[in-house]
């Protein structure tokens, strides 16, 4: 079945980076909008982060413009989001969502935790 495994959290002082990676298994990778989010708190609304389409286009959220990175790799099927001059208000479980539009398909992974704090 589709899989989606993120990879990379963990704790991190602030202005450090960490690089997190979704590897995805059993999907038509090239097809999908890859998007990551993250959920600061449980109970909290998961909000997007950064999004990159099938042609490669990409899209940030405001708060990480200019800091985070996300780029896609068609040949190993992987996603990955290259965060840089974390703040704490970064922290939070990050989540890999695959949408292919076409198809109405959505998956999504099951989230790497990312603590900054010094």
């Known amino acids: 079945q589709v899989q989606l495994v993120e990879s990379g959290g963990g704790l991190v002082q602030p202005g450090g980076s960490l690089r997190l990676s979704c590897a995805t298994f059993n999907m038509t990778f090239y097809q999908y909008t890859l998007t990551w989010y993250r959920q600061q708190a449980p109970g909290n609304q998961r909000e997007w982060v950064a999004r990159i389409f099938k042609d490669g286009k990409t899209a940030y959220a405001d708060p990480v413009k200019g800091r985070f990175t996300i780029s896609r790799d068609n040949a190993r099927d992987t996603v990955y989001l290259q965060m840089n001059s974390l703040k704490s208000d970064d922290t939070a479980v990050y989540y890999c969502?695959?949408?292919?539009?076409?198809?109405?398909?959505?998956?999504w992974g099951q989230g790497t935790q990312v603590t900054v704090s010094s």
């Open positions: 969502n695959g949408y292919w539009h076409a198809a109405n398909l959505e998956y």
